[in-house]
């Protein structure tokens, strides 16, 4: 299984990027997709994952409204769209993937089996 993370940039506060999440290796259809990020000098934390087959969706509070994660089937390739970013929004950003997700860890990154390599997400004031 390999996850390619792309789409970060430089933006200013109020600006949006929009990162995508290559997946290979297998169908990805009974998988959770996950994003997640992390500042300098902070824990990993959870930003919004996505239940492939049924499309459900989760998100943290705070980017809740303003983020919002999906997917494309025939490419196999899971989105996150972030709108009014702000400077606090500024960390790596990673995608990650697990079979064996429950609702209970779905914010926990050591759930995930499979990451991505990362990808740089700045927001300046």
């Not at 998100?59 to 999906?70: C, H, L, N, Q």
């Not at 899971?78 to 860890?105: F, G, H, W």
């Amino acid at each position: 299984v390999q996850l390619q993370a792309s789409g970060g940039g430089w933006v200013q506060a109020g600006g949006s990027l929009r990162l995508s999440c290559a997946a290979s290796g297998r169908t990805f259809r009974s998988y959770t997709m996950g994003w997640f990020r992390q500042a300098p000098g902070k824990e990993r934390e959870f930003v919004a994952a996505l239940r492939w087959s049924a499309g459900t969706t989760y998100y943290a509070d705070s980017v809740k409204g303003r983020f919002t994660i999906s997917r494309d089937n025939a490419k196999n390739t899971v989105y996150l769209q972030m709108n009014s970013l702000k400077p606090e929004d500024t960390a790596v950003y990673y995608c990650a993937a697990s079979l064996r997700i429950i609702l209970t860890t779905i914010r926990t990154p050591s759930s995930y089996d499979y990451w991505g390599q990362g990808t740089q997400v700045t927001v300046s004031s």
